[in-house]
């Protein structure tokens, strides 16, 4: 059976990119799916191809993408090259005359990919990119796994109480206003392409009731069946014995990355509650690539001044040895589906405290997985975390049931095994 996935990581192409935010658990999967079926990934790189592959490049005159076919340890790869908004000039252009042409070039690409592997069955990870649009010009059976959805995710870009008009204009910079409207065009491009590509994909893969329900608000004959993530290989491996002990110092820890709807302004607000109000002594570490500047200036909090401490991004073995070694973890968003961080904090038995939104509550049962806290809400946070941390016994049995749960809903082989059966069970359908 031939699989093509069209994904927002290069997985395991060994000269594109990283794994960080998300990118992981792809190839994560590719490792338990690649040895049972002829695979091929697709992805999109904004680095030009004569950099990162010595393969022959398909490109047409007076176009702007380009994409390769490369194949590496039994996988083949399809690197395709968006040559659109390099410069600031491209992007001043595209939010006067929108990304439409961009994306017409995109798809033709896509179809070109899946006219030259000829798969039996294409896998579209997430509906945020144009992805998902080559279902329109295919009669191979598609599948979309559900990742974030950018709607709802708009929504709630910004922090409550934040206007459009205070985000744009943080900051009195000609060349930061526009970056920041462009920015906004292709949210509001994003979520049109998106209803467009639920509206037409029939079966889906989600892992959250949130999910299931977001998807049939734009389709309700749609056909969605549970899929689950395998999560990045060393926290599986962990020995949780020899590195986990609850600290006698409260000690947190976040992995978040830099939008706005992430709720680093929570994060703020919270530790200024812990310092001020409990006076407990404590330390934050935040991974991830945040930029505090604007979630300092809206709330009026440094963040040294309040025990946070930017740990920039990390690998999988040093969060590893960060979340284990904390009391618990924190998950401050405003809007998330199932977030990696959160389900990566569990299988290491971290107790873990987060927001009340999107499809946390399926991965959260709370008071025995975990605890959910009202959106937004500082007190909320403050008030449960300080109450975890005087109750060790507490602490030790929800991150126990925490690892319990994580182990089965993220295990390897099962998910692989109901993954291949899908395929098998729609490469014999009509699409």
Same mark, same amino acid.
Do not use: C, W
């Given at each position: 059976m031939k699989v093509l996935w069209f994904a927002n990581t290069p997985s395991h192409f060994s000269a594109a990119g990283s794994a960080y935010n998300g990118g992981g658990w792809v190839s994560a999967l590719e490792d338990e799916i690649s040895p049972r079926v002829e695979l091929a990934v697709a992805f999109v790189t904004r680095s030009p191809l004569g950099e990162i592959t010595k393969a022959q490049v398909h490109s047409r005159p007076g176009h702007k993408v380009n994409w390769a076919c490369e194949k590496q340890h039994g996988v083949t790869y399809y690197p395709v090259f968006n040559g659109y908004d390099r410069?600031?000039?491209?992007?001043?252009?595209?939010?006067?005359?929108?990304?439409?042409?961009?994306?017409?070039?995109?798809?033709?690409?896509?179809?070109?990919?899946?006219?030259?592997?000829?798969?039996?069955?294409?896998?579209?990870?997430?509906?945020e990119h144009a992805f998902g649009l080559v279902a329109e010009h295919t009669d191979v059976p598609v599948i979309l796994h559900?990742?974030? @959805?950018?709607? !709802?995710?708009? #929504?709630? +870009?910004?922090?409550?109480?934040?206007s459009w008009r205070r985000w744009l204009l943080d900051r009195l910079s000609p060349a930061e206003i526009l970056h920041k409207c462009y920015i906004r065009r292709r949210w509001q491009s994003a979520c049109a392409r998106e209803?467009?590509?639920?509206?037409?994909?029939?079966?889906y893969l989600g892992r959250t009731r949130w999910d299931h329900a977001e998807v049939l608000k734009y389709n309700a004959g749609a056909q969605i069946h549970e899929g689950g993530e395998?999560?990045?290989?060393?926290?599986?491996?962990?020995?949780?014995?020899?590195?986990?002990?609850?600290?006698a110092r409260l000690s947190l820890v976040t992995? @978040?990355?830099? !939008?706005?709807? #992430?709720? +680093?302004?929570?994060?703020?607000?919270?530790a200024q509650l812990l310092k001020e109000k409990y006076a407990i002594p404590f330390e934050w570490k935040v991974f991830g690539n945040v930029d505090p500047g604007f979630f300092e200036r809206i709330t009026g909090i440094r963040t040294a001044a309040v025990g946070v401490?930017?740990?920039?991004?990390?690998?999988?073995e040093e969060l590893v040895q960060a979340i284990a070694k904390a009391s618990m973890y924190v998950h401050p968003s405003y809007i998330d589906n199932s977030p990696n961080g959160v389900c990566e904090a569990q299988l290491l038995g971290a107790a873990v405290v987060a927001t009340r939104v999107g499809g946390l509550p399926s991965l959260i049962?709370?008071?025995?997985?975990? +605890?959910?806290?009202?959106?937004?809400?500082?007190?909320?946070?403050a008030e449960r975390i300080v109450a975890m941390y005087r109750n060790?016994?507490?602490?030790?049995?929800?991150?126990?049931?925490?690892?319990?749960?994580?182990?089965?809903?993220?295990?390897?082989?099962?998910?692989?095994?109901?993954?291949?059966?899908?395929?098998?069970?729609?490469?014999v359908r009509p699409s």
């Open positions: 410069s600031r000039t491209d992007r001043f252009l595209t939010l006067l005359r929108g990304d439409e042409r961009q994306t017409f070039d995109l798809v033709e690409s896509f179809i070109s990919i899946v006219e030259d592997f000829k798969p039996d069955i294409i896998q579209v990870f997430g509906s559900i990742q974030g @959805i950018v709607n !709802p995710y708009f #929504k709630d +870009f910004l922090p409550p109480g934040v209803e467009r590509i639920l509206r037409h994909i029939r079966h395998i999560m990045r290989q060393p926290f599986y491996e962990a020995d949780i014995d020899a590195i986990s002990d609850i600290p992995t @978040i990355s830099e !939008p706005t709807y #992430k709720g +680093f302004d929570l994060v703020l607000r919270t401490t930017l740990a920039g991004v990390a690998g999988p049962q709370d008071g025995e997985t975990g +605890f959910l806290v009202r959106k937004g809400n500082a007190e909320d946070m060790k016994e507490l602490l030790r049995r929800v991150g126990h049931n925490a690892r319990r749960t994580a182990l089965q809903r993220h295990d390897r082989e099962r998910i692989a095994d109901e993954l291949m059966s899908l395929y098998q069970q729609l490469a």
